[in-house]
């Protein structure tokens, strides 16, 4: 993916794809990249490090 512009017929205004979402880890004091989101269905997700996935477990 890129992020150029999409040209849409005519009128219309261009749209630019969404890029890469960054999550933090929400351990206090941490803040490092996020790669495990944890969530029941149709609830916001809670992101959590590789280190303090385990917390994460606590929202399922």
Do not use: Y
């Not at 933090?24 to 149709?42: L, Q, S």
């Amino acid at each position: 993916m890129s992020d150029e512009l999409i040209r849409l017929p005519d009128a219309m205004e261009p749209v630019t794809r969404p890029g890469i979402q960054h999550h933090r880890c929400e351990h206090p004091g941490c803040g490092k990249n996020a790669g495990w989101g944890f969530a029941k269905p149709r609830q916001t997700p809670h992101w959590f490090c590789f280190e303090h996935r385990a917390e994460g477990e606590l929202f399922l």
